[in-house]
């Protein structure tokens, strides 16, 4: 198995494990009590306008805002990084087949890695009061996952007439 | 067995999310609508009461909604799994033995985790020790945690096979082959996940914030209408279409990833498919039609109403069509292991 595969596949796995067990940890100690907190202050926020108290429902409807703002995020890290993932170890059982010599295909291998970590990573920084910097993040993750994609995909795309290895 | 559960797996998550979105998704959406109304209405007439009865079905739709796509991504995502671990056997040093009661507790687990997410809204709190957490939970938390204990032994089985250097693969590999099935799956594929990668990119970019800024503009617009009001129901609406316009974008941007990446697996399980080369064709073919069509339809429900949400069911059941004559094809080819070497017709 060449440095390549190797990198997508034990990559992969490893980030998998790590997205699921986050995954795992959110669901039993974080995720019922977000969803009871979203849900409940939502509900404040209209039964607090229904008695007349119209600072007590702002608040209750700030107070939801933030609360979706990070669920939606942290579900989304949970989501894609095992996403991400098991995308890495699909390629990396193929990745012979990408007609480019072996330090491009290693390149490109790694920038997968690199993306895949920098991408959710950016994702969660958005939700502990570093919004800019996890935005650059995501971006460049984000960025750096498309273009390894799409020279991988040219790679497909031209190996038409045999494996290239 | 893991290529067989695999492929079953993701028929049955597929053909229950098409269930679920022409029997249930759209009746949901419109019924938390009306509860939303009658909140609203509660709110102008400053009965509390009434506020806390609305949210509390609110509350129960959205859970129902949520635990079915929960159940639905979750068999499917399994079953992604199982096919990535086929792959994977090769490379994996532990004795077969184990392997054949790894692959069975993943398929149990695989099993057990989207039963369990779906039990969730009907089993509720009832008989439980814990203040949050329902049995249904415990049994869909259970058999996440089987997975990735499975999943993990797999890893250090594949750890002791990196470790030895000059290691074969304790399994034969699978075939090599350059068929036009396995190349246009391939290629297909990638594209399919290039192409929602970019749609994502540019949902993050330009809807994600705008969609949470005028959830909140709508929502202060509710609250603040006064008794009688007729901008409540315009409110309402305008909150209806931002939660379609969200589910239809997020629905795209996952689905034509996931149908990538299967097409992708799929064509690694090409020589385990035993049919003709024409039903091949006719399959992979319907497989990457269909797995066009429903995304690309489902982002054009809000322009073009039930007729694109109709062939973007058309286009799910495709796929599962297509798989369902693939997994013919690997029961067949189990079958030929068996019997002496045949001709498929």
């Known amino acids: 198995m060449n440095r390549a595969r190797k990198v997508l596949i034990f990559g992969g796995t490893l980030l998998a494990a790590f997205g699921m067990l986050y995954g795992l940890h959110y669901a039993v100690f974080v995720e019922h009590q977000t969803l009871d907190g979203m849900g409940g202050s939502l509900a404040r926020a209209f039964t607090n306008a229904g008695e007349g108290r119209a600072g007590d429902s702002r608040l209750a409807l700030t107070a939801y805002r933030d609360i979706k703002y990070t669920y939606v995020r942290q579900v989304d890290l949970h989501s894609h990084w095992i996403g991400l993932a098991m995308l890495m170890i699909v390629l990396g059982v193929v990745f012979d087949e990408v007609a480019f010599g072996e330090r491009a295909r290693f390149a490109i291998a790694l920038a997968m890695l690199l993306g895949s970590i920098v991408f959710p990573l950016g994702v969660i920084l958005q939700t502990a009061r570093m919004a800019g910097l996890g935005s650059v993040l995501a971006i460049a993750g984000s960025a750096i996952v498309i273009g390894a994609l799409g020279a991988t995909a040219v790679g497909f795309m031209k190996d038409d007439k045999g494996g290239a290895t | ?345």
Do not use: C
């Not at chain 2, 509660?42 to 159940?71: C, P, Y």
């Open chain 2, 1 to 345: 067995m893991l290529v067989f559960g695999g492929i079953a797996l993701i028929a049955a998550g597929m053909l229950f999310g098409d269930i679920f979105a022409v029997f249930v998704l759209h009746q949901n959406g419109g019924q938390t609508g009306q509860a939303l109304l009658g909140a609203a209405n509660a709110v102008a007439a400053q009965d509390s009461s009434a506020v806390k009865v609305a949210f509390a079905r609110i509350g129960n739709l959205l859970e129902d909604r949520g635990t079915k796509v929960d159940a639905h991504v979750h068999m499917i995502d399994a079953g992604y799994l199982a096919l990535l671990l086929a792959l994977l056997q090769p490379y994996v040093n532990l004795s077969s033995s184990s392997k054949k009661l790894l692959a069975r507790l993943f398929l149990s687990g695989a099993l057990l985790l989207p039963v369990g997410i779906f039990l969730i809204h009907y089993v509720g709190l009832a008989y439980s020790p814990f203040p949050v957490i329902g049995w249904a939970s415990v049994l869909a938390d259970s058999a996440g945690a089987l997975l990735i204990i499975v999943l993990l032994i797999e890893g250090w089985g594949f750890r002791n096979y990196m470790r030895d250097g000059n290691a074969t693969p304790v399994e034969p590999e699978l075939p090599k082959d350059r068929t036009w099935e396995r190349r246009m799956l391939l290629s297909g594929g990638t594209v399919l996940v290039l192409l929602g990668f970019v749609y994502g990119a540019w949902y993050a970019g330009i809807n994600l914030y705008e969609h949470e800024n005028r959830e909140m503009v709508i929502l202060k617009n509710l609250l603040e209408q006064p008794a009688g009001a007729g901008g409540i129901g315009s409110s309402v609406n305008a909150y209806g279409m931002l939660q379609a316009e969200k589910a239809v974008q997020i629905a795209a941007h996952s689905h034509i990833i996931e149908f990538g990446v299967l097409a992708i697996l799929l064509s690694f399980v090409q020589p385990f498919v035993f049919l003709s080369e024409k039903w091949k064709r006719i399959w992979v073919r319907i497989l990457l039609a269909g797995s066009l069509i429903l995304p690309v339809f489902v982002l054009l429900e809000l322009k073009l109403g039930l007729l694109a949400g109709a062939i973007a069911d058309v286009g799910g059941l495709m796929v599962v069509v297509a798989l369902v004559g693939m997994l013919v094809g690997v029961v067949r080819h189990t079958g030929s292991l068996d019997a002496e070497p045949g001709r498929a017709r």
